[in-house]
């Protein structure tokens, strides 16, 4: 195996519909960090807590993995453009693969819904905006009937190719642990990531390259939790706006995962998820976005119930980079002392606070 660093395409090309035509693009998508906890897992007597940090790919999200093998395949398909509808992640990264392979991106978004530094994304790559005056599921929808009246390549979750891609994260946690692990907590939105895992561990085990299955254990937010409701939800809300999506379309195969691998689709509300985003930042040192959040949480909420997770080992996903989403950040309570540039009013300020004090 060589030693430079490859994308997704190189490094995993046995195990992607690839042809000799198929171009080999590379923003350097894949090959994450696969980071052990050393506090919250501890904490709770669980000593193998991992953390999956997707949040590393080159536009910050998982969602580069597929994308890079979408875009390849519609490139080599002829097209001249791609559009997808987003609520932010697929957007940006839609964006970013077409602007590195001179394609057209088009991204219908939920005007007004979408985190800011996703947005910022997808303007300074270069896409064409069309900000919807609908949610998630409408956008979805409307490039579906769009693309079918239009030559452009749909590169959301339901092209097979965008699964094709995700689903090396699984190869990669595998590759990193030396088997699968016994948990996977996971977001779910639109189901597509959830999906992609469970095909990515289903073909390890195929191939004799692992030899067990981990438990796949989602999570949506408590206010946009269809998969857990059993009907769509016309109206979701959450604070996680990545997954505020009312009617998934990787629905079947998501419920398909859960049952095979013996797992769960369950809910954290919005007040689990910003506990956990917090956590996540203050005891590991890890910033990612708040539907991200939503694996810690879900892992949390087994882990302090009788879920038994103490001897197992869990990988918790971490789909998206903090910095997405700045104004949540700026939200969380902080204590910023305000003081004139003098040294004596720094010690003053500091002693004032004796926790806050480095002696
Ligand atoms: C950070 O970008 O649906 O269950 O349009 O951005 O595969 O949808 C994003 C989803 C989790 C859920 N975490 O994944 C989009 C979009 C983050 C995300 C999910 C998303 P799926």
Redesign the pocket.
Known sequence: MSSARTGVLRRYADFLPLTPDTPRIDLGEGSTPLVRSRHIGPALGVPNLYFKL??CNPTG???DRGMVVAVAKALEEGNRAVL??????????AAAYAAHCGLRAYVFLPRGRIAPG?LAQSIVYGARIVAIDGN?DD??RLAREYCERHPVALV??VNPNRIAG?KTAAFEVVDDLGDAPDFLF???????????YWAGFQEYAERGLASRRPRMM?FQAAGAAPIVLGHPVDDPQTI?S??R?GN???WRK?VAARDESDGVIDSVTDAEILAAYERLAQEEGIF?????A??LAGFLKRATGAGGLSGATSVC?I???GL?DPDRAMAVSRRQLDVPASLAAIEAALEAESDSSPV
């Open positions: 997707e949040s999200s998982f969602k997808c509808a987003s609520t932010g992640n697929t957007s940006a990264s996703k998630f956008c979805l959301n979750s995700q996971i977001p779910v939105g639109n189901a597509g990531n959830i999906t992609a989602g996680a990545a997954i999506i998934p379309a990787s998501a990612c976005e708040p539907a991200s939503a694996s996903v789909t998206g980079n997405k």
